[in-house]
């Protein structure tokens, strides 16, 4: 989530929820009067007098918030947290196949949510109830090594570890929930839980680092776009310190930013609940900051991801909104408004407000970009498109497992409102004549996500694309996403009603992925040279794999499928990354 910062909030306006407190100061006066009851004398010396308000503040916030678990249900155990392995990584001899002799000695590493003190919390107190969303927890990277010895035989290893963020390690210290949910839940409540985390911590929100990992120039990252990138020790998987640019960078960080083609800069975007909504930098292949700018949003988009083609940055500004203004109200900090505007920006490489080309196009929620180039006069935006947001959820009050329940049934041709059913789908914007052409590529037989593609394909036109399959009754049943196989997708190849071909990779029964990606293959002549390599958990057995695809013949039965030592939990982005830069 983008950060919202605590000192710039200026609240004057009606909180109405609960309804036992009317406005704001009737709020501050209760939280005021409820900390005055603490029975409790500060020292006379100055010098432990901070050290003191801070236990003070503690001692309030641990009397009058209790921490609740979030309720949790059997199908959605792999959702659920574990614990880290140790300091040396496990070697694995358990391999079905036969890892490709060709294939490039790396690792193979997904980031995602592993909640701290057992999973999700919520939150009850004076000021109502506030909670984390499932898209929270601490970050957790799992990685998988591939190191091929001078005999020819693979030496594979595995190893986990939390990403170790400055509010990780101050939660970890205290060795209990501190941190209060602040994202939905009642505005009192979240407007409290910014003001004591603030106080007690200095930031209002946890630092998660949980969504993805990448690389750029030798050195490998961490990311959620909440804060700043961690910097990760690849091999031993610990975390070396933030990463903020040189100190150029003092924002969110998205956590897709996007390698210029044929460069080695990297671009990226940082997006705030407070003004400036929407920065963008260049980042050079040196990681110094060479160009930002405030492309002066009117609102703070939810924006997920940036595309990048040989000249342009491609910008989304889609009506899924994070608002302060709107949570003091009373209603939800986050929120999809799908009569709300929707437009993609194009703007040169080192643009500034002024030269983005701004197209309107139909609303809908975007998260992920499959890819962006140029065409002649036209930018081409290929992206998984749906028409509500998974993010955050349902307001409190309703019953949150029915709610993403309905929304993934898989009858999609009478009762089903295809709220997160995510299709592959196209923009054309012509920059000489501003037409915006709009079409689905795929149909609706299939839900897809957590797209990838050849990575030197990244701004260029390309043949194929790579995602995630949506297994829609096991996500029903468990009221939460579950993938249950990978999708090929041939875009020079349109079938029937102009859709594109596609091949498909399912898993046994019972068995999803999480963080699969391409991995091309080293010298590869074609585009599909590589395989995809996934996390896979099989649900009867609760049991994980890796699971080695070869791309070219993607339908075939996996080439290698690896053992792992541990539960993976579900989570979201991978990344393959090479072990000789």
Avoid at 293 to 322: Q, W
Avoid at 388 to 405: A, C, Q, R, T, V
Avoid at 539 to 544: G, K, R, V, W
């Amino acid at each position: 989530m983008a950060a919202c910062n605590i000192k710039s909030i200026q609240v004057n306006c009606c909180a109405q929820r609960p309804s036992s407190i009317t406005t704001f100061e009737q709020f501050k006066n209760q939280l005021l009067s409820s900390f005055k009851k603490l029975p409790i004398k500060l020292p006379a010396s100055h010098s432990i007098i901070k050290k003191t308000s801070i236990d003070l503040l503690h001692t309030f916030t641990d009397s009058v918030f209790q921490f609740i678990d979030h309720e949790s249900f059997p199908s959605q155990s792999n959702f659920g947290p574990v614990e880290e392995i140790g300091e040396e990584a496990i070697y694995i001899n358990d391999v079905q196949g036969t890892i490709p002799s060709d294939f490039p000695d790396g690792v193979y590493i997904r980031n995602g949510p592993n909640p701290l003190f057992g999973g999700f919390k919520s939150t009850k107190s004076m000021f109502g109830r506030s909670s984390h969303i499932w898209v929270e927890g601490e970050g957790m990277l799992h990685a998988l090594y591939f190191k091929k010895e001078s005999d020819g035989k693979w030496s594979i290893s595995y190893k986990n570890k939390h990403v170790e963020t400055e509010t990780l390690k101050m939660e970890k210290q205290r060795n209990t929930p501190s941190f209060l949910p602040a994202i939905e839940g009642d505005s009192p409540a979240i407007l409290s839980a910014y003001l004591l985390n603030f106080l007690r911590f200095g930031t209002v929100n946890k630092l998660l680092s949980n969504t993805s990992v990448f690389e750029h120039s030798g050195k490998f990252y961490a990311a959620a776009e909440n804060h700043v990138p961690q910097e990760i020790d690849i091999q031993t998987l610990n975390t070396l310190g933030n990463w903020d640019v040189n100190g150029s960078w003092n924002r969110p960080f998205t956590a897709h930013p996007k390698r210029v083609p044929g460069s080695g800069e990297l671009v990226t975007m940082g997006v705030n609940a407070m003004k400036p909504f929407f920065e963008i930098g260049v980042i050079s292949d040196e990681s110094k900051l060479v160009h930002k700018a405030d492309l002066k949003f009117e609102r703070c988009s939810l924006c997920h991801d940036i595309g990048v083609t040989m000249r342009y940055n491609v910008i989304l500004d889609f009506p899924l909104t994070i608002d302060i203004k709107r949570l003091v109200n009373g209603g939800p900090l986050i929120k999809y408004d799908k009569v709300d505007y929707a437009r993609i920006g194009v703007m040169p490489r080192y643009g500034d407000a002024d030269s983005v080309r701004w197209f309107q196009v139909e609303p809908c929620c975007v998260f992920h970009i499959i890819n962006t180039y140029e065409d002649g006069d036209e930018v081409i935006l290929w992206a998984f498109r749906a028409m509500d947001s998974i993010i955050p959820g349902p307001d409190f009050g309703l019953n949150k497992f029915e709610w993403f329940s309905s929304r993934f049934k898989n009858d999609c041709h009478t009762n089903c409102d295809e709220s997160f059913f995510s299709r592959a789908y196209e923009w054309r914007l012509n920059m000489k004549t501003g037409e915006v052409k709009e079409r689905f590529l795929t149909g609706k037989l299939d839900s897809m996500d957590f797209p990838m593609i050849n990575e030197n394909l990244t701004g260029f036109k390309n043949k194929y694309g790579y995602a995630q399959t949506v297994d829609l009754d096991a996500s029903s049943f468990a009221g939460m996403p579950k993938y249950g196989g990978l999708a090929k997708l041939h875009f020079g190849d349109m079938k029937q009603q102009d859709y594109v071909k596609m091949e498909y990779h399912k898993f046994p029964e019972n068995t999803f992925c999480t963080g699969a990606t391409f991995v091309a293959k080293p010298g590869g002549t074609e585009e599909d040279d590589g395989w995809v390599i996934t996390f896979v958990h099989d649900e009867h057995l609760n049991m994980s794999r890796a699971v080695i695809v070869d791309a070219r013949n993607f339908t075939s039965e996996p080439v290698a499928i690896i053992a792992l030592p541990s539960r993976v939990p579900y989570g979201f982005h991978g990344a393959f990354m090479s072990t000789t830069l």
